[in-house]
């Protein structure tokens, strides 16, 4: 090894020469350069014996993973049995590694990393405390010195004198031993660094040699007949994936092989199968979000025995629908929407709307409902039956529209009911050609929301004490001798919805068209908030009341009411058409005009209703004593001789005005 050439001589550190103090700047220069490098190759070495360290850790959890892919039960792991033993090998020979690794990292910790600590915090942590207290040192000789060098020629002062000589000796022997442990120090420096960078390299290259030679014992020993199976297991693995790999792309270039009307929707070139007693496919089907609003999800749909079953995208099981045994099924409008079909139960109560894609998916589907629904999968030869029967699936095909009546015999529910639409007083209902909306309700027509009295009206009630001054000249006295006459007299909560012109009064469907194009407007503008109000039925006239002052809104006659109805799936929406006559022409009699009222209750409309119907047949009793006679023999009476309808629903009526109501209409 080359000696050491530069060095500070001893001999100069009392005499302290400038030439001394250069040459002791190169000394401290280079070790503050020392410094910097040993901090940084020690944070080197700490990230390599930081890697080793994770590595150990990462090699330990790599053999908890191969052991738990025995755990994890694939659904398709059937003949993985040879993986599971190979890859418990291969975690028990991963745990032995692992073993080495951490020895590795304790070796590197012993012997690369704390011998340069060592050197930083001993070596030269040394010399920078040395070189404070040399430099503190000569500072205070320097002090003395002055001090010395001040004292006066004319008047010395021997005992001063004599003070300062003794500092200056002091001060001058303490920088000469600082000196000197600084100069040694510095000397040593020189040695020790070389030391100190060739050892930690030393114990490391000795700790990964003593890792590898004990890791090919480790594997060779162990693994080379494993490591042989296992590399001819994977190559036959890769063979039979190149063979799969290949039928599956012939596969699709026969698949992709066909015309683009395989993908179109609607152009199915295949006739339709009418036979069919299963049937599996996407659908879309038609869910109601609110009164007039609805939403179409397209979803999965598949037969099973006599179920109706939908799946939804992602759930690994399908849940039933509908029970299809006995269920109708037939082709209708809806939304304007193209191959529409609904499935009725035979209670009537469950029925669902569907749309197929093509035509000859919807065709399918019908005749594979039409044909479940008479049970045919129960018999020996269903397709025979099933052909027998093909005619019926043909004209369930056939599309009808929203307003035309079912066939007879077929299942609805809100038709079904007792009472569930009344037209007349006879409760007829007019057949004939089902007609558009634009027939029904001129296209434009505006919507009134709210009933407002006038202001000098509302006063002029007020004055009378909260009952309404008839305008006409009649006195108290008649209004009370009508009313004490009254048969009848009904009271139901109700909030009003909107009304509108309609362009006849003899067709059931403008009130089911007014319903609709109100709640439609009333959704549109956001106007949900209703005033709750007091239907008063009597047996000569309808009267909308204010609950809080008890003021008639509106009135009408009953003999002006000529249609009147509750909606067919809402039961608490009720509506009525009133006669009128339109006087702008300036004929004599008037043109006759109708006006169509939309209320919402909080019983069932149908009660409403039913109310009107017996007020219309009072009054048509009216005219026969004897006609009248047997109807209050018939009907319930109260103790003043009216007719016991209903328990009164609107309570206490002289109570605080009631809050605007939210309605869900």
Same mark, same amino acid.
């Given at each position: 090894?080359?000696?050491?050439?530069?060095?500070?001589?001893?001999?100069?550190?009392?005499?302290?020469?400038?030439?001394?103090?250069?040459?002791?700047?190169?000394?401290?220069?280079?070790?503050?350069?020392?410094?910097?490098?040993?901090?940084?190759?020690?944070?080197?070495?700490?990230?390599?014996?930081?890697?080793?360290?994770?590595?150990?850790?990462?090699?330990?959890?790599?053999?908890?993973?191969?052991?738990?892919?025995?755990?994890?039960?694939?659904?398709?792991?059937?003949?993985?049995?040879?993986?599971?033993?190979?890859?418990?090998?291969?975690?028990?020979?991963?745990?032995?590694?692992?073993?080495?690794?951490?020895?590795?990292?304790?070796?590197?910790?012993?012997?690369?990393?704390?011998?340069?600590?060592?050197?930083?915090?001993?070596?030269?942590?040394?010399?920078?405390?040395?070189?404070?207290?040399?430099?503190?040192?000569?500072?205070?000789?320097?002090?003395?010195?002055?001090?010395?060098?001040?004292?006066?020629?004319?008047?010395?002062?021997?005992?001063?004198?004599?003070?300062?000589?003794?500092?200056?000796?002091?001060?001058?022997?303490?920088?000469?031993?600082?000196?000197?442990?600084?100069?040694?120090?510095?000397?040593?420096?020189?040695?020790?660094?070389?030391?100190?960078?060739?050892?930690?390299?030393?114990?490391?290259?000795?700790?990964?040699?003593?890792?590898?030679?004990?890791?090919?014992?480790?594997?060779?020993?162990?693994?080379?007949?494993?490591?042989?199976?296992?590399?001819?297991?994977?190559?036959?693995?890769?063979?039979?994936?190149?063979?799969?790999?290949?039928?599956?792309?012939?596969?699709?270039?026969?698949?992709?092989?066909?015309?683009?009307?395989?993908?179109?929707?609607?152009?199915?070139?295949?006739?339709?199968?009418?036979?069919?007693?299963?049937?599996?496919?996407?659908?879309?089907?038609?869910?109601?979000?609110?009164?007039?609003?609805?939403?179409?999800?397209?979803?999965?749909?598949?037969?099973?025995?006599?179920?109706?079953?939908?799946?939804?995208?992602?759930?690994?099981?399908?849940?039933?629908?509908?029970?299809?045994?006995?269920?109708?099924?037939?082709?209708?409008?809806?939304?304007?929407?193209?191959?529409?079909?609904?499935?009725?139960?035979?209670?009537?109560?469950?029925?669902?709307?569907?749309?197929?894609?093509?035509?000859?998916?919807?065709?399918?589907?019908?005749?594979?409902?039409?044909?479940?629904?008479?049970?045919?999968?129960?018999?020996?030869?269903?397709?025979?039956?099933?052909?027998?029967?093909?005619?019926?699936?043909?004209?369930?095909?056939?599309?009808?529209?929203?307003?035309?009546?079912?066939?007879?015999?077929?299942?609805?529910?809100?038709?079904?009911?007792?009472?569930?639409?009344?037209?007349?007083?006879?409760?007829?209902?007019?057949?004939?050609?089902?007609?558009?909306?634009?027939?029904?309700?001129?296209?434009?027509?505006?919507?009134?929301?709210?009933?407002?009295?006038?202001?000098?009206?509302?006063?002029?009630?007020?004055?009378?004490?909260?009952?309404?001054?008839?305008?006409?000249?009649?006195?108290?006295?008649?209004?009370?001798?009508?009313?004490?006459?009254?048969?009848?007299?009904? *009271? !139901?909560?109700?909030?009003?919805? /909107?009304?509108?012109?309609?362009?006849?009064? #003899?067709?059931?469907?403008? &009130?089911? +068209? =007014?319903?609709?194009?109100?709640?439609?407007?009333?959704?549109?503008?956001?106007?949900?908030?209703?005033?709750?109000?007091?239907?008063?039925?009597?047996?000569?006239?309808?009267?909308?009341?204010?609950?809080?002052?008890?003021?008639?809104?509106?009135?009408?006659?009953?003999?002006?009411?000529?249609?009147?109805?509750?909606?067919?799936?809402?039961?608490?929406?009720?509506?009525?058409?009133?006669?009128?006559?339109?006087?702008?022409?300036?004929?004599?009699?008037?043109?006759?005009?109708?006006?169509?009222? *939309? !209320?919402?209750?909080?019983?069932? /409309?149908?009660?409403?209703?039913?109310?009107? #119907?017996?007020?219309?047949? &009072?009054? +048509? =009793?009216?005219?026969?004593?004897?006609?009248?006679?047997?109807?209050?023999?018939?009907?319930?009476?109260?103790?003043?001789?009216?007719?016991?309808?209903?328990?009164?629903?609107?309570?206490?009526?002289?109570?605080?005005?009631?809050?605007?109501?939210?309605?869900?209409?």
């Amino acid at each position: 090894m080359p000696a050491v050439h530069h060095k500070l001589l001893l001999e100069d550190a009392l005499q302290d020469s400038p030439q001394t103090r250069s040459l002791l700047s190169v000394f401290e220069e280079d070790a503050g350069m020392l410094t910097d490098y040993t901090n940084q190759l020690l944070q080197s070495m700490q990230r390599v014996f930081g890697a080793q360290s994770e590595m150990g850790l990462a090699t330990e959890q790599l053999s908890k993973q191969l052991l738990d892919y025995e755990k994890k039960n694939f659904a398709l792991g059937k003949g993985d049995e040879e993986v599971i033993c190979t890859l418990q090998d291969f975690a028990k020979t991963v745990g032995e590694l692992n073993s080495l690794h951490s020895e590795l990292a304790n070796q590197m910790a012993d012997g690369m990393v704390f011998p340069l600590i060592q050197f930083r915090e001993k070596d030269l942590t040394e010399i920078s405390t040395l070189k404070e207290i040399f430099g503190i040192a000569t500072d205070e000789h320097e002090a003395a010195m002055v001090k010395y060098s001040r004292l006066p020629k004319k008047k010395e002062n021997e005992k001063l004198k004599s003070d300062l000589v003794k500092e200056v000796a002091y001060t001058r022997r303490k920088q000469h031993q600082a000196s000197l442990q600084y100069y040694c120090a510095l000397n040593a420096l020189q040695y020790r660094k070389r030391v100190a960078m060739l050892e930690p390299m030393l114990g490391y290259t000795q700790a990964q040699i003593s890792f590898f030679k004990k890791g090919i014992e480790l594997m060779s020993k162990k693994m080379d007949n494993c490591l042989s199976s296992v590399s001819d297991m994977t190559q036959s693995i890769q063979a039979q994936l190149d063979i799969e790999a290949e039928a599956m792309r012939g596969s699709q270039r026969e698949f992709l092989s066909v015309e683009d009307t395989v993908y179109m929707p609607d152009k199915d070139i295949e006739p339709v199968n009418r036979t069919l007693i299963q049937k599996a496919g996407y659908l879309n089907i038609r869910n109601k979000t609110g009164l007039v609003t609805t939403a179409w999800d397209r979803l999965y749909f598949f037969t099973q025995g006599g179920n109706l079953m939908c799946q939804p995208r992602g759930a690994v099981a399908g849940g039933m629908v509908l029970d299809l045994d006995n269920s109708s099924v037939m082709a209708v409008e809806c939304e304007d929407r193209r191959y529409c079909f609904q499935i009725t139960s035979p209670s009537g109560k469950t029925s669902m709307i569907l749309q197929a894609e093509g035509k000859r998916e919807y065709e399918e589907w019908i005749c594979t409902v039409n044909n479940i629904s008479r049970q045919i999968y129960l018999t020996d030869n269903p397709e025979a039956v099933a052909i027998r029967l093909n005619q019926s699936a043909i004209q369930a095909v056939t599309p009808i529209t929203s307003f035309e009546k079912r066939p007879e015999g077929s299942p609805n529910p809100d038709r079904a009911k007792p009472g569930g639409v009344y037209v007349t007083s006879s409760g007829t209902q007019k057949t004939g050609a089902a007609p558009e909306p634009e027939d029904l309700i001129a296209p434009g027509t505006p919507i009134q929301f709210d009933i407002m009295l006038p202001a000098s009206e509302f006063q002029d009630q007020n004055r009378a004490g909260g009952r309404r001054t008839n305008p006409f000249g009649e006195t108290d006295d008649d209004c009370s001798t009508e009313t004490d006459d009254s048969l009848l007299q009904q *009271v !139901f909560a109700v909030r009003f919805q /909107g009304s509108m012109a309609v362009r006849c009064g #003899n067709n059931q469907e403008v &009130i089911y +068209e =007014a319903m609709r194009q109100v709640l439609a407007a009333r959704a549109i503008h956001n106007i949900f908030r209703t005033t709750e109000s007091h239907l008063m039925v009597t047996s000569s006239s309808l009267r909308l009341i204010d609950p809080q002052t008890q003021v008639t809104r509106i009135s009408f006659q009953l003999g002006d009411v000529c249609q009147f109805a509750a909606h067919q799936e809402n039961g608490r929406l009720m509506g009525f058409v009133v006669e009128g006559r339109d006087w702008s022409d300036g004929e004599e009699g008037g043109e006759p005009s109708f006006s169509a009222f *939309v !209320f919402e209750s909080n019983t069932e /409309g149908e009660k409403i209703c039913y109310t009107i #119907n017996l007020a219309k047949d &009072i009054t +048509e =009793a009216k005219k026969d004593p004897e006609a009248l006679a047997q109807l209050m023999k018939n009907m319930p009476l109260t103790n003043d001789g009216k007719f016991l309808l209903l328990e009164p629903e609107t309570g206490d009526t002289s109570n605080g005005a009631e809050e605007d109501l939210e309605s869900e209409a």
